[in-house]
């Protein structure tokens, strides 16, 4: 079993910074792409970013530019470093880690901005 626990989410003014973290647990070996998504009020969930085990990254147009995902191998965890917040980045944010052939998924934290 893999356990994901993400942290980070809270309240931010627009413009404003906040920080994810995601750390894996468990039966973690050979993961391979460890992923950020969201999900707005009234929205279907969808890929913020990605990044693979050699760093490769991948982004939403919507957040390409302000937001980064990073991660650590050694300690099974991923970041996601958010800059120049909008409101329409209120969602709740989920991580989510590939370990063929089964995606495992984080519960989720609340990332509220405000005007």
């Known amino acids: 079993q893999v356990q994901l626990l993400e942290s980070g989410g809270g309240l931010a003014q627009e413009g404003g910074s906040l920080e994810l973290s995601c750390v894996a647990s468990?039966?973690?070996?050979?993961?391979?792409?460890m992923s950020w998504y969201r999900q707005g009020p009234g929205q279907q969930r969808e890929l913020v970013a990605a990044?693979?085990?050699?760093?490769?990254?991948n982004y939403a147009n919507s957040v390409r530019g302000r937001f980064t995902i990073s991660r650590d191998n050694a300690r099974n965890t991923t970041y996601l470093q958010m800059r120049a917040l909008k409101t329409e980045d209120t969602a709740v944010y989920y991580c989510?880690?590939?370990?063929?052939?089964?995606?495992?998924w984080g519960q989720g934290t609340q990332v509220t901005v405000s005007s």
């Open positions: 989510q880690a590939e370990i063929a052939p089964h995606y495992y």
């Open positions: 468990g039966s973690v070996y050979a993961m391979n792409a």
């Open positions: 990044i693979n085990p050699n760093g490769r990254t």
